[in-house]
């Protein structure tokens, strides 16, 4: 005799625990039988990696929630209870167990599922609700962190150098933050734009060389080489994200602390502030990235004369040059600089990232090929929901909403 067909509840509890299952896994192909079409995901605001809110459709579902949570955290639902609303619906009490994957951190936060069903049994919306903190404190975003706060907010992520008493001086240890943070950056699809500042009377005078051992028997190659190439890996990295950069500069930017400046697509200026190379004074040749950008941005002769004579660069010199964008008072620097990364932040940023690469690149291409290359970046950004929302929206009159799809 055939057992009797599970009821609805029962089916429905069943497709739940496979959907738990799937998410563990990582089977795409399993979510792809379990979720409807027409799916909508809403999870809590508030979450780490700009995940909270509304995903409509089950690829942004998967891509922009599930997916990128799974790239920081190692964690599955544990469900306690399944109750059966009057609407039809299921809400599911149970746990998030695991740990976030880089601070090793562990991770138990309770949740609330409310998970909507198609005819076909298929899930049509599940509606989540978590300690959105929890998750937040086992990432750790600033833990270990001395030398830099580094936070992200509504898709900005802010650098900035906290070693206000030595004016941000550069030694191993924010060298090495300088390098964590960018590949944080790096590995983090919520960031749309960067704002690198500085707390104190600079944004970084350069190397610490009050940190460096008096003896004269030092091997200062040695401890240079140590410093400078993960500080130089961090621009490297930054070089290539996506997300546009601005800085914003004041006081004495000097030595290695331009490569902050360097690493920028956009900088503001506080007046008065002062640019220095400041090698030649201490019998050292220059690093964070300014032999190659400076030539670039301020021309051959004007940039040997600043390494060679160590002749300042004062904001107006600057900005006329073209080492800076813009000059603005000084307690508007912070605001200003903000305000600008925030409206990237708010903008085409997968264009923007073709943007970026095509700019960089053109220093190596002749035309043909820096023509083949606009072709195939034009492609590309055309092909995204960003393009597409602009192109209707230039339509119907009205400003574009980019969310960087």
Not at 73 to 84: L, N, R
Not at 259 to 274: F, I, S
Not at 303 to 314: C, D, G, H, K, V
Request: charged content about 25%.
């Amino acid at each position: 005799m055939a057992p009797d067909a599970p009821s609805p509840w029962e089916a429905n509890v069943a497709a739940v625990r496979s959907l738990y299952r799937a998410l563990a896994a990582g089977d795409r192909e399993a979510l792809g039988k379990l979720l409807h079409p027409d799916f909508i995901g809403r999870a809590t605001t508030g979450l780490p990696l700009g995940v909270g809110g509304e995903h409509v459709g089950p690829e942004a579902m998967r891509r922009q929630f599930w997916w990128e949570l799974g790239r920081h955290y190692d964690v599955a639902a544990y469900p306690d209870v399944f109750h059966a609303l009057d609407d039809g619906r299921l809400l599911v009490v149970g746990r998030y167990r695991g740990q976030a994957r880089r601070s090793g951190k562990k991770l138990d936060a309770a949740f609330h599922h409310v998970i909507g069903f198609a005819e076909d049994g298929r899930m049509t919306s599940l509606d989540q609700l978590t300690d959105s903190a929890l998750w937040v404190d086992a990432l750790d975003e600033r833990a270990s962190l001395e030398t830099i706060d580094y936070r992200v907010i509504d898709g900005v992520a802010t650098i900035c150098l906290n070693r206000p008493e030595d004016r941000n001086a550069i030694d191993l240890r924010m060298a090495d933050e300088s390098l964590v943070v960018a590949r944080r950056i790096a590995d983090d699809r919520s960031v749309r734009a960067v704002l690198i500042c500085g707390d104190g009377p600079s944004l970084s005078v350069g190397g610490d060389i009050k940190s460096f051992p008096s003896d004269p028997s030092t091997a200062y190659g040695e401890l240079l080489e140590r410093m400078t190439t993960p500080f130089h890996e961090a621009f490297r990295i930054l070089s290539r994200i996506d997300a546009p950069i601005v800085t914003a500069a004041h006081g004495a930017v000097a030595g290695g602390g331009l490569g902050y400046v360097y690493a920028a697509d956009l900088v503001v200026a506080a007046e008065g502030t002062k640019f220095l190379t400041a090698f030649a004074a201490l019998g050292l040749s220059g690093d964070g990235g300014g032999t190659w950008h400076l030539p670039r941005l301020i021309g051959a002769r004007r940039a040997a004369q600043a390494y060679l004579r160590n002749t300042p660069l004062e904001t107006n010199e600057a900005l006329e040059w073209g080492l800076i964008n813009e000059i603005v008072p000084a307690d508007e620097l912070r605001t200003r600089a903000l305000a600008l990364a925030t409206e990237l932040a708010q903008g085409p940023t997968r264009a923007f990232a073709k943007m970026r690469t095509l700019l960089r690149e053109s220093w190596h291409n002749d035309l043909a090929t820096q023509l083949k290359s606009e072709t195939d970046a034009l492609s590309a950004a055309a092909n995204t929901a960003d393009a597409a929302a602009a192109l209707s929206a230039f339509r119907a009159k009205r400003a574009p909403r980019f969310t960087g799809g």
